[in-house]
Every structure is written in C-alpha cells, then in structure tokens.
Antibody, heavy 121, light 107 residues
C-alpha cells in the first residue's frame, strides 16, 4: 500500500528554520516526482514545490522561492523540505504528495497526513 | 503564470440535487486538469484527472468535462458524504496552481 508520512513540523519563531521530511513506502520511490503542498488555517490549498524523480529538477512557488529548498534521498525513500527565513504567513499544514505516474505532469494521487508548521514569536 | 478560478465559491444543495462547479484557467492547459475533494479535517483526495477520468474507487456520480480553459465538475445526485470543499488544479507545467475552492454543503 502506498504510504507517505510527514514529520518535522512544530512551532518556530519568525526568521528561523525547519526541515520537513516525508517518508515513503509501498512504491518505487525513485520513479515518481514528488510535491509539497500547504494549507494555511481555514484557507485553500497552495502548491509549494516539486522535485523530479531523480532530483535533477525542482520548481518553487514564488511565495517560497529563495527561502525553501526541496530535496530527496532516493536511497532512503525520503523527501525533504528545508524551510528557511520563516514568516507568519508560512504557518500551515504541509503535505507531501505523489503524482500518479512517472513523469512531471500528473495529478496527485497520494497524499500524506500532513505536518503542521506554526511560525510565531 | 496561469491563474485558476472557480465558481461558485460556495453552494448549498439538497440530497439528490445535481451540482455543478466550474473551473477556469487563464491560459490553455489542454486537459491537464484535476479535481480534488477535501472533507473537513481530512486530507485532499483525487477525484478526477485529465479533466474527465475518474480516479479508481470514486463513485460514478462524479464526472468532469472540459478542455482548454473551461472545466466542470458535476455531482449527478448529491449525497450526504459529499459535503466537502472541491479544488481544481492545473498540472501541465509548474507552478501547479490550485483553484480557490468551492465549498459544498446542505441547505
């Protein structure tokens, strides 16, 4: 069974950093592009970043570009999101998501349960 | 970047009603359009991809149509378990933008 489990969220002061992780199981991790999506309290879904299956390509939403870095370790079936210079508006549930086929342009068929990041002084 | 809009932002309907949600892209995205359902306090769930393909396990009362810039999600007969927020998303290229969502509840 395909499974994604996020971790690493918490309460952090503005300007600080957090590293989020997403552990995958039940599929060939190195064959799929992966995404981070976030949802601020009471708000809609916001796409954050994507990384290709081999880690050679990545893309970011303008709202996080230059502050967040997506990466993956295919030997450990784990996706990461390094979040730096955190702001109050980064407060959200962060989900990792897998696309439904090999490649870049596919919908997200599997989502983790999310990890909550709260940026507050 | 391509912007995604949805209408209405919310709607109230009765059990058995036919419900239609519209999604519009500011540029042609061909059929690279997905619909997700998010129930309160739950994780988003993929309903439809490539604009009209039903994800495995999704009830047949859900259907999608459209291509290019205009898309529709239809629930043919609304059921109590369909109370949720529905999001469209473009995925032809980055950024993989979501629409603002349509909240569906009962009258």
């Amino acid at each position: 069974q395909v499974h994604l489990v996020e971790s690493g969220g918490g309460v952090v002061q503005p300007g600080r950093s957090l590293r989020l992780s997403c552990a995958a199981s039940g599929f060939t991790f190195s064959s799929f592009a992966l995404h981070w999506v976030r949802q601020a309290p009471g708000k809609g879904l916001e796409w954050v970043a994507v990384i290709s299956s081999d880690g050679s390509n990545e893309y970011y939403a303008d709202s996080v570009k230059g502050r967040f870095t997506i990466s993956r370790d295919n030997s450990k079936n784990t996706l990461f999101l390094q979040t730096n210079s955190l702001r109050a508006e980064d407060t959200a549930i962060y989900y990792c998501a897998r696309v439904y086929s090999s490649g870049w342009s596919y919908a997200f068929d599997t989502w983790g349960q999310g990890t909550t990041v709260t940026v507050s002084s | 970047d391509t912007q995604m809009t949805q209408s209405p932002s919310s709607l109230s309907a009765s059990v058995g009603d036919r419900v239609t949600i519209t999604c519009r892209a500011s540029q042609d995205i061909r059929n690279y359009l997905a619909w997700y359902q998010q129930k309160p306090g739950k994780v988003p769930k993929l309903l439809i991809y490539t604009a009209s393909t039903l994800q495995s396990g999704v009830p047949s009362r859900f259907s999608g149509s459209g291509s290019g810039t205009d898309f529709t999600l239809t629930i043919s007969s609304l059921q109590p378990e369909d109370v949720a927020t529905y999001y469209c998303q473009k995925y032809n290229s980055a950024p993989f933008t979501f629409g603002p969502g349509t909240k569906v509840d009962f009258k």
